[in-house]
């Protein structure tokens, strides 16, 4: 049981703090309301039972399940709160199943931002560090209210205010967070890509990108001029999201005359229908001003789970094996030869070869398959 931790002071990340995240994870092992054994509602009360008999009449309900209607019958929900090997184990428990419909939470949170930013430069992740921020000469927080929901980036960002970094926070609500900013900015919710594309006006419009860096690194940037200066004129971006252009003007030149700049975003960019298209846009903002690849630059994309990115990479992931394998039948003999199983064992367990390799449903879209599948949550 966990009785105690001390913080590493001198750690250049959480310089010995806790984010609100981790220091709620103290509950797990002394709070008040941790369910400390197996609990089974019977007539309406929960009752405590032993574990023998939790996971007999567990074992029990899901190969019955596995018999009447298949191994798909099941859903099997991770978690990006798990560590790697936690993460890894649930895979491969999924595997030896026979299902690849598993998820975690990183299907809302962060494959929004896997897409997005892998679509642009190829990298699905946080590309700079909270240490790097304090190198930043201007911070643009579109999506994130990091005071609250990721303090110990906050703390980076107040260091970094203190040798000269000029903040900007983009947000319908004045939040925590807004209330450091040098710049405050009131957009309507789900109005940031007006808004991203409204500050691209004005760079290209008095030449401010970096034209050496589009040059030399940056693909069809020309044809993302022309729609944003065709299509994003001022009077449209007020529009669309209610600032005004002299403010749009002021954000734009503030990136512009202080360089490197940094972008940060967190759920408010991810949890829309057009999340992918926000990320897209807050990426090619960054390239036009030439901030991608650059210590104080790029894109520093907070997530809401402690092990967003680690249980993504190894975990519980629908459409891949650990470490981004894929679902080819050469992927499943690479991991039946690490887990020493026979390859034509896990091929059995399926219910055919081709939902081997099929796509499993993901934990946005369980939904569509309720009426069928039963929910296992882990």
């Not at 450091?180 to 401010?208: C, M, Q």
């Not at 070869?353 to 499993?360: E, F, L, R, S």
Request: proline residues 3%.
């Amino acid at each position: 049981m966990w009785v105690r931790q001390e913080a590493v002071f001198d750690s250049p990340i959480n310089l010995g703090a806790h984010c609100a995240k981790g220091a709620a994870l103290r509950e797990h092992g002394h709070g008040e309301y941790r369910l400390r054994y197996p609990m089974k509602l019977v007539n309406g009360k929960y009752e405590r039972i032993s574990w023998d008999t939790a996971l007999n009449e567990i074992t029990a309900k899901m190969q019955e399940l596995r018999k009447a209607s298949g191994p798909d019958s099941v859903y099997f929900v991770g978690s990006s709160k798990h560590n790697n090997e936690q993460a890894y184990l649930l895979r491969k428990f999924v595997s030896f199943w026979g299902t690849n419909n598993c998820d975690h939470q990183a299907r809302i949170c962060h494959s929004t931002t896997v897409a997005g930013v892998a679509n642009t430069w190829g990298y699905g992740a946080m590309t700079n560090s909270y240490n790097d921020m304090q190198n930043s000469k201007v911070a643009l927080y579109i999506g994130s209210n990091a005071a609250e929901a990721h303090p110990v980036s906050m703390l980076h960002m107040l260091h970094a205010k203190e040798t000269g970094c000029k903040m900007i926070v983009v947000d319908p609500r004045f939040t925590r967070t807004a209330a450091k900013a040098d710049e405050y900015v009131r957009i309507r919710s789900g109005t940031d890509i007006p808004f991203l594309f409204g500050v691209l006006y004005h760079i290209f419009k008095n030449g401010w990108e970096d034209k050496k860096y589009i040059n030399d690194r940056v693909y069809g940037m020309d044809k993302v001029r022309d729609e944003v200066l065709a299509k994003w004129t001022p009077d449209k971006v007020e529009e669309a999201c209610g600032v005004k252009e002299d403010q749009v003007f002021k954000v734009a030149k503030m990136l512009h005359e202080n360089n490197p700049g940094t972008i940060v975003w967190c759920m408010g960019q991810t949890q829309h229908t057009i999340g992918n298209a926000i990320v897209r846009a807050s990426c090619i903002l960054q390239l036009a001003l030439g901030n991608v690849g650059k210590s104080g630059g790029g894109t520093n994309i907070f997530r809401g789970h402690d092990n967003v990115q680690g249980a993504t990479d190894v975990g519980p992931n629908p459409d891949s094996l650990p470490g981004y394998y894929g679902l080819a039948e050469g992927s499943w003999k690479h991991f039946a030869a690490v887990w020493g199983v026979d390859f034509e064992w896990i091929k059995k367990q399926y219910a055919s070869p081709a939902m081997m390799t099929k796509n499993g449903i993901t934990v946005s879209r369980w939904i569509d398959g309720v009426l069928e599948l039963s929910l296992i949550h882990i």
